[in-house]
């Protein structure tokens, strides 16, 4: 699909998170595309979310948080299945 109008410069928190936005969504395609066929590929995910920390510095920094919604974005994969 080709987008044949073109985006004025944007805003880059905007552009930012558009890009956030379909990472998310062709990753998580990609995840559920495999899992189907590798179901132990969620097991082996959901063994790492201990390794899974918040990237931000300071008092905005939440590890258990970021697990928290890696755990849920699992358990919705296994619903799927």
């Not at 495999?34 to 097991?43: G, M, T």
Request: hydrophobic share 40%.
């Amino acid at each position: 699909m080709t987008d044949t109008n073109p985006t004025p410069h944007l805003d880059p928190l905007v552009e930012a998170r558009r890009r956030e936005m379909a990472t998310e969504h062709l990753l998580f395609g990609t995840v559920r595309f495999l899992a189907r066929r590798h179901p132990e590929l969620l097991d082996e995910l959901e063994g790492s979310l201990d390794h899974l920390w918040d990237k931000v510095e300071g008092e905005a920094r939440d590890d258990a948080a970021v697990r928290k919604i890696a755990g849920r974005i699992i358990k919705s994969l296994r619903a799927e299945g």
